[in-house]
């Protein structure tokens, strides 16, 4: 019996209308999907010229008999939605039945499919039907589009440049690859291999197939769960980050979806352990009933919405920052070769400079590429088993032992494990904002009066919302008084503020206070507040500290509940491991150490 049946009409019309196939990245979308709902086990994209002079998707599942593989090409002939029930049920991928009809209206499209028995051969060009015939039964189905927006000038003039092309085709092949681990891909463009997962359903070896393996041994594994949901995935190490979102990447129920609440939140479980500004490279499925999705239907856009939204947030965030609570994360010096991972990433900031000089295609090929070639060092780190450590340390920062001081910024510490370079500054910044931040979110009335009152003179915008704030700031432990025109006079401070710096001090929080915006968020302000008297009263560059002065301030680091990172997220230590200086200087292998 047929297995696609033709989509009731008033259905049809709920699937927000409109372009399905925008660009080559769409047509690969369609196709792909049409394989995995297949069945597929292996998957093989090859394009021509980023698509625009062939996509060919080779898949070995199911097939088509003659009936379907016909009907198929008819406006919304479908065989995965059969009432509208099941357009909120996200477990199978692809749902809009006009795809293949759109795709043929607008280029040439040969295919070859077979359930095992016989084979069918369709030939369809600008959406007529030109031949039918049986052909040769290997199961599976390879479909070609050529031609595309051949008979669409403005379509076809709208295409990006070949680069932004293939970067968006790469983009979406590497996320399908991760949602699928179990599906052998293979993406193919001029003949160059961009990207080749085993299929062995290990998700970090795909990751590590599109972001090279020294990023792939830099991930964590995360599990967690709550009535609602099951979560699992792998985020990386806060020293992997990047500048885009895109390498965070969600999966619902496997299926890659976008939703902003949830990179924020995950995004946010790293505040501090990196920049704000850079984002983490993390894939995150998250297991839950289809009831509690609600999925937009716009044919282009995956847009989700959750209906336990926040519960779904905390959860997350918790099971992160408990992970990265767990972990050591001292940064190893860069030591290494040119990583893979550089040279397979699609560099697309880079592009308009790049078509500028070399509107050549086949350079611009190049940065895709694979490199066959490997360095020995990258061999070796071949070896690296797909299993996942479970590194728990209580004690998160080792035992150092200064040695002394370089540049007047950096302190130089040994241990038996290897070498470590502190940042003093970014060090005493971060011990300095976890006791501003503890102090401003436990506040006690306790206060130190000033011998000498201070006054401050303020704009009339600042002294009004500063004005309105005095019971926000007595609670922080000032006494604060009105003095004068757009002035105040402060005659006692919080006991907490660093000595020799509490005019500074005082000044700057007076200054944020007066600045409070509308939509005030207390914890966000204190953060902020601490981060900024934390680098105010931190040890500034060029400050000789004696060994006595390092030991203290590590001591006091090792007590941070992150010793790794100051509050804006800059590394505090870095390490040169024995292993890496003995690479370095050449010794490992030739003599043995003493
Ligand atoms: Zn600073
Ligand atoms: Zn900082």
Known sequence: MSKIRVMDEILANKIAAGEVVER??????????????????????????????????TDDGSGMDKEDAVVAFSRHATSKIMDEADLYNINTLGFRGEALASIASVS?????????????????????LIKVENTDARKGTVIEVSELFYN???????????????????????????????IRFTLINNGNTILKTDGTNNLLKTISSIYGIDTARKMLEINGEDDDY?????????????????????????????????????????????????????????ELDPSLVDVNIHPTKMDIKFSKLEELLDLIKNIIINKLNKQTLIPEAIT???????????????????????????EITLDFSIQEE????????????????????????PLLYPVG??????????????????????????????????KLTHPTNENIHLLLPLTMELTNNEYIVLKENFDFLKNMGFDIAEFGINSVIIKAHPTWLTKGFEDLQIRKILELV??????????????????????????????????????ALIDDLRKCHNPFNCPHGRPTIITFTKYDLEKMFKRSGFESLK
């Open 108 to 128: 040439n499209v040969l295919l070859k499919t077979s359930t095992g028995e016989v084979g069918t051969l369709v030939n369809i060009k600008g959406g007529k």
């Open 336 to 362: 290494d070769f040119p990583v893979l991972e550089e040279i397979k990433e699609p560099i697309v900031k880079e592009e308009k400079q790049v078509l500028k000089e070399k509107p050549k295609y086949e």
């Open 152 to 182: 669409t000038p403005a379509r076809l003039k709208h295409m990006k440049s070949l680069y932004t092309e293939l970067a968006s085709i790469t983009d979406y092949v590497n996320k399908i690859a991760l949602s699928h681990p179990n």
């Open 514 to 551: 007066a600045s409070k915006e509308k939509d005030f968020d207390l914890a966000k302000f204190n953060d902020y507040l601490a981060a900024t008297l934390a680098c105010k009263a931190s040890i500034k560059a060029n400050t000789d500290l004696s060994i006595n002065e390092m030991e």
């Open 24 to 57: 080559c990245a769409s047509v690969v979308k369609e196709l792909v999907e049409n394989s995995i709902d297949a069945n597929s086990k292996e998957i093989k994209i090859e394009l021509k010229e980023a698509g625009t002079g062939l996509i060919k998707v």
């Open 230 to 286: 099951v979560i699992s995935g792998f985020i990386s190490l806060p020293e992997v980050n990047r500048a885009g979102r895109n390498h965070m990447v969600t999966l619902v129920n496997g299926r890659v979806v976008r939703n902003q609440e949830l990179n924020k939140a995950i995004n946010d479980s790293y505040h501090s352990y990196k920049p704000d500004n850079r984002y983490p490279i993390v894939v995150i499925n998250i």
């Open 405 to 438: 001081l370089v540049h007047g910024t950096y302190i130089v510490c040994q241990n038996e494990i290897g070498m470590y370079l502190i940042d003093q500054h970014a060090a005493k910044e971060r011990i300095n904002y976890e006791l501003f931040k503890e």
């Open 374 to 397: 490997k360095s020995d060092y990258v061999k070796e780190k071949d070896n690296f088993e797909y299993k996942i450590k479970e590194e728990i340390n209580e004690e998160r920062l």
